[in-house]
Structures are given as structure tokens and as C-alpha cells.
């Protein structure tokens, strides 16, 4: 992938906060009396078992799912406003979501998919612009996918059609980027490509990163924090390194494994030594 340089922006404080967040469907509580802080310009990753309520925390921040109880907050110029208040083209401004599997319009080339993303920073009276196509190409740039431009997204495989939707929340140029299973359905190359991407982005720009990961050891690699969720509750958060240990992971994921260092980046690495769940304890 091509290197491009960003403006860093600040990484001091919190970007996302949420405070005694509950989250529903047709009246069941998923996610329950929550409290969460996202650190500005850092790499978070919320794990935790399947139903645990790790995409619906991210609709919950993302201001597609309005709390039942408690609130969600956005940091801008100097205040955290209720993402609620904000009306969504300026949400929009502010933060990008990559959801799970988003459909894809027919026939639509890369360049025109990755253009969608400068919608929030268009008006009525404005047309497309060169800052708009900068935008657009320094998104392409980064994520490897300029020399697709004109091609179909629906004939690209897997891994480039990733890239090419990371390139669109790019393009939105947002402060905050959250992303659900970004590495879904691509294979073990791939998903350490979207991820060193990811990465590079927030070391580059400063970009505050969400994302939710099934792999806890991909997570505790990537991962600057760590959020955990068990039955629609926080487990725990932090570091990795202060975090992941056999305890931890027999917590939130009802197994008995061993906790050793990667040898490569020295971030804890989970050694699974039984299939059978801790007593007490469910998926």
C-alpha cells in the first residue's frame, strides 16, 4: 500500500463517552447501564461472546440505536454534546461507521462508492469540489485501491472490496472511524492487511479507531484498549497487557487457555487448553 500523510490531530481525552447507556430491541435490553469512555486518537476494540451486544454497543455510539436509558457524548470544541442533539449530516462530519457487510449498489465503480463518503460535508448549494476529489484520492491512496478506480466494486474480491469501504470512511474524514467486523469473511492475509491499515491510519492521522473483533488475539495486538462484554455488560477495560490474562478470558469467554507472550509483539497471546467451558459460564 501507498504511505500518505495526514495532519495528526489531537489524542489527548476522551473521543466517545457513554454513561449509563442501555440499549434495546422491541423492548430487550441488549446492552445494560453502561459506562464507557473511548480514548481520543487510540486503537479500541470491544470483544466479547457472540450476543454479548458488541454490534449493538457500535449502532449505540454511531447514533443508529437510541438509548433506552442513559446517553452517549461526543467530544467537540472543547465539550462532549449528546450525539443526540447533533443533527446527523454534523454527527457525520465527526464520525464514520463501517457496518458489517454493507450492501453494495449495482454496477457502482470504486471511485464513485468512495465519492458517497464526502456526502456529509456537501450542501444543497454545493457541488462537487476539488477539496472533495482530494479527499477522495488521498482515501484511495491510503488504502491501496487507486488503481481500481474503475472497476466494478462487485467483481473485486473480498479483501479489495474491504479496502474500498474503509477508503469511503476515509474519504468522510472523520476525527472518530468505528468499524464492525471489519475482518469478516476475508482470510488470515487479509485480515492483517485491513488491520495494519487501520493501524497505520491511527498512528498517521490520529484517527480515533472502534472496531469490534471475534479474534482476542488479534485484538490484543491491535488494540491501544480493550473493551469487554459479557450478556450486555462491561467486563472490564484497559490495556491488553493490564487485561487479557486466563482469568480474563475464562470471564468473558467461559474458557480454560493459557495467557503467554507473542513472540513477535510481545502482546498477550491466548493458548486455548480445553473446549470445555468454566462451570457457571455460557456463549
Same mark, same amino acid.
Request: aromatic letters at 4%; hydrophobic letters at 40%.
Given at each position: ?18 454513561? #449509563?447507556? &442501555? ?20 486503537? @479500541? ?22 438509548? &433506552? ?7 467537540? +470544541?472543547?465539550?462532549? #454534546? ?5 443533527? %446527523? ?5 465527526? =464520525? ?15 471511485? *464513485? ?39 466494478? $466494486? #462487485? ?8 479496502? =474500498? ?9 472523520? #476525527? =472518530?472511524?468505528?468499524? *464492525? ?5 476475508? +482470510? ?7 488491520? +495494519?491499515?487501520?493501524? +497505520? ?8 479507531? $472502534? ?32 487485561? =487479557?490474562?486466563?482469568?480474563? $478470558? ?14 513477535? @509483539?510481545?502482546? %498477550? ?15
Amino acid at each position: 500500500m501507498t504511505s500518505t500523510t495526514f495532519a495528526p490531530t489531537p489524542v489527548d481525552g476522551t473521543a466517545l463517552r457513554a454513561r #449509563d447507556l &442501555t440499549l434495546s430491541y422491541d423492548g430487550r435490553r441488549v446492552v445494560e447501564h453502561l459506562d464507557l469512555d473511548v480514548p481520543a486518537g487510540r486503537i @479500541t476494540v470491544v470483544v466479547g461472546p457472540n450476543g454479548c451486544g458488541k454490534s449493538t454497543l457500535l449502532r449505540g455510539l454511531a447514533r443508529l440505536l437510541r438509548p &433506552t436509558e442513559g446517553s452517549v457524548h461526543l467530544a467537540s +470544541d472543547g465539550a462532549h #454534546d449528546d450525539v443526540w442533539w447533533l443533527r %446527523p449530516k454534523g454527527f457525520a462530519r465527526h =464520525v464514520a461507521l463501517l457496518p458489517q457487510s454493507p450492501p453494495v449498489p449495482e454496477g457502482i465503480t470504486v471511485v *464513485d462508492l468512495v465519492g458517497r463518503g464526502r456526502h456529509p460535508h456537501r450542501k444543497l448549494v454545493r457541488r462537487w469540489s476539488r477539496a472533495d476529489d482530494e479527499a477522495v484520492t488521498r482515501a484511495m491512496r491510503a488504502t491501496g485501491t487507486i488503481e481500481l478506480a474503475e472497476r466494478p $466494486v #462487485d467483481e473485486l474480491s473480498g479483501g479489495q472490496r474491504q479496502r =474500498v469501504w474503509i477508503a469511503l470512511t476515509l474519504a468522510q474524514e472523520t #476525527d =472518530v472511524v468505528l468499524l *464492525d467486523e471489519p475482518t469478516t469473511y476475508l +482470510d488470515l492475509a487479509h485480515q492483517v492487511d485491513v488491520l +495494519d491499515l487501520l493501524r +497505520d491510519l491511527n498512528r498517521s492521522r490520529g484517527t480515533t479507531v $472502534v472496531m469490534v473483533l471475534h479474534d482476542l488475539n488479534l485484538a490484543a495486538r491491535y488494540a491501544d484498549h480493550v473493551v469487554a462484554l459479557r450478556d450486555g455488560r462491561l467486563v472490564g477495560s484497559g490495556a491488553p497487557a493490564d487485561l =487479557v490474562d486466563e482469568e480474563f $478470558v475464562a470471564q468473558v469467554f467461559g474458557l480454560r487457555s493459557r495467557v503467554i507472550a507473542d513472540p513477535v @509483539t510481545g502482546s %498477550p497471546l491466548v493458548v486455548p487448553t480445553s473446549t470445555h467451558h468454566q462451570s457457571g459460564a455460557t456463549s
